[in-house]
């Protein structure tokens, strides 16, 4: 795969960064582009599954609230989506928000 496919499949999925990830691994040139989305999909995952927990402990404690703060979770849709936009253009820029906590994270992509 090339370095603008790697960058996209890194943030579809756990699994799709791993295909990712084991494939920029085995690259002997291994573009920076690649490492830099690797790192931004993996913050993205992490950030995503600490708010589902969060909302699914808040969601049986307040049941009321529950539906309200599951679109938080379109929040993260809409991250996940910009950040695929961004490998597909081939830019360096880091996702809304949460984005420049993960540039410099991550030190086993290097």
């Known amino acids: 795969m090339d ?11 756990i699994i799709g960064w791993a295909i990712a990830y084991f494939s920029y691994k085995d690259n002997v040139a291994k573009p920076s582009l690649v490492r830099y989305h690797l790192k931004q999909g993996l913050g993205l995952a992490i950030i995503s599954i600490l708010l589902s927990v969060v909302l699914t402990i ?6 009321t609230i529950a539906s309200i703060l599951s679109l938080a979770n379109l929040g993260i849709l809409v991250l996940w989506i910009l950040g695929i936009m961004n490998a597909a ?12 906590m993960f540039e410099d994270k991550f030190a086993f992509l290097n």
Request: charged share 20%; proline share 10%.
């Open 3 to 13: 370095k603008k496919t790697l960058s996209i499949v890194s943030y579809i999925t």
């Open 58 to 63: 808040i969601g049986m404690v307040v049941p």
């Open 89 to 100: 253009n081939e830019k360096e820029a880091p996702v809304p928000v949460v984005g420049k």
